[in-house]
């Protein structure tokens, strides 16, 4: 019975594996940190069916899922793609959710706010008792006193796939858990085709402007390193990224005069903020009297997304080919003369 598995054929996503048997399935979250270790290991069992007898050792989570909490917003996206963003009862730090499904449950009392995702209000958590919560693992931290309540936590570690169609790809992971497999095979296919079309359009271009990404944060530049999420989706955008043979798949921090001195001469500069106002080339400077230094402020070829107005971060993680596309037109406006930015757009003078 146990070698009937059927293994799920997973394209781009490095981070769980899925062996689907007779009675059960079974769903390994391989530690981004340690990758020869497991991070945890789900058993999935139809909630209509008899328990197995003899299951393999894991969490054992009842399917599908009807009743969750979940920590973060892409938890919130992800379970809204798939059409099932009534399972969810309740939220930590919900006003990081723009999902207005999300803010009415919470206004109406229907949905609870957990608290801080770092240490969820324990007593609201027993108190709702969700069939699982879906948490987000960071790394050397342990879940703390959630575990006790004995509630499967469903972590996902999306956020440390490199490829940007690695990370879409775990639409599949959640649909398993709430059995719409077939809704997130689809989405997927969609996402998958839409984010190569652009990067076929790319490919023939010959020149590849060079970009620089975001400002620093309390006196350091976290850039993203040569071989990120971010570094491989500014090369198929068709961008040339000055850190792009470094080999951190993360986050370096770096000093102003550093980046200067490497991508002073970019030819974009593209930066995220969140702030009630937009951003301009005066508002930039003032921040930072340096900043007006780089070659693309002087040309003026600043693109800024706002985030407080922007859904660019729910949106990231599952349908990165809508950002891909902001980052095509903006480097090679000419290959999509009909499209309009939906995330950036160009940096005013005041």
Same mark, same amino acid.
């Given at each position: 019975e146990r070698n009937t598995a059927d293994s799920m054929n997973i394209k781009y996503a490095k981070g769980f594996k899925v062996e689907r048997h007779v009675n059960y399935t079974e769903i390994s979250v391989i530690n981004p940190w340690d990758t020869t270790k497991l991070l945890q290991r789900y058993i999935l069992v139809? #909630?209509?069916k008899e328990l197995?007898?003899?299951?393999?050792? !894991?969490?054992l989570v009842r399917t599908p899922?009807?009743?969750v909490g979940t920590y973060s917003t892409i938890h919130c996206s992800s379970l809204n793609e798939l059409g099932a963003i009534d399972i969810i009862k309740g939220v930590c730090e919900p006003e990081y959710v723009r999902i207005p499904a999300i803010q009415e449950g919470l206004a109406s009392g229907a949905i609870v706010d957990l608290g801080k995702a770092s240490s969820p209000d324990i007593e609201k958590?027993?108190?709702?008792?969700?069939a699982a919560i879906f948490t987000t693992p960071i790394s050397g931290r342990t879940? !703390?006193?959630?575990? #006790?309540t004995k509630i499967p936590l469903i972590e996902t570690t999306d956020y440390t796939e490199p490829h940007p169609l690695g990370r879409a790809e775990w639409i599949r992971f959640y649909s398993l858990f709430i059995g719409k497999e077939q809704v997130a095979d689809s989405l997927f296919k969609v996402t998958e085709k839409n984010y190569n079309d652009i990067k076929e359009a790319i490919y023939k271009v010959d020149s590849r402007p060079s970009v620089l990404t975001d400002t620093r944060y309390m006196g350091s530049w976290n850039m993203p390193g040569g071989k990120s999420y971010m570094a491989n989706m500014l090369s198929d955008a068709g961008g040339s990224y000055p850190w792009s043979d470094n080999d951190n798949t993360s986050f370096m921090p770096l000093a102003f005069e550093s980046v200067l001195d490497k991508a002073g001469n970019s030819d974009v500069w593209i930066i995220k903020y969140y702030a009630p106002q937009d951003m301009t080339y005066r508002s930039l400077e003032k921040e930072y009297k340096p900043y007006s230094y780089f070659k693309a402020f002087k040309d003026k070829n600043i693109y800024g997304c706002n985030t407080m107005f922007s859904g660019y971060y729910e949106d990231l993680p599952i349908h990165p080919d809508y950002i891909l596309k902001d980052f095509a037109k903006i480097f090679h406006t000419e290959l999509f003369p009909e499209y309009t930015l939906r995330y950036y757009k160009k940096l005013q003078d005041q």
């Open positions: 139809d #909630k209509t197995p007898a003899d299951l393999p050792k !894991g969490t899922l009807e009743n958590v027993i108190e709702l008792s969700p879940c !703390g006193s959630i575990e #006790k």
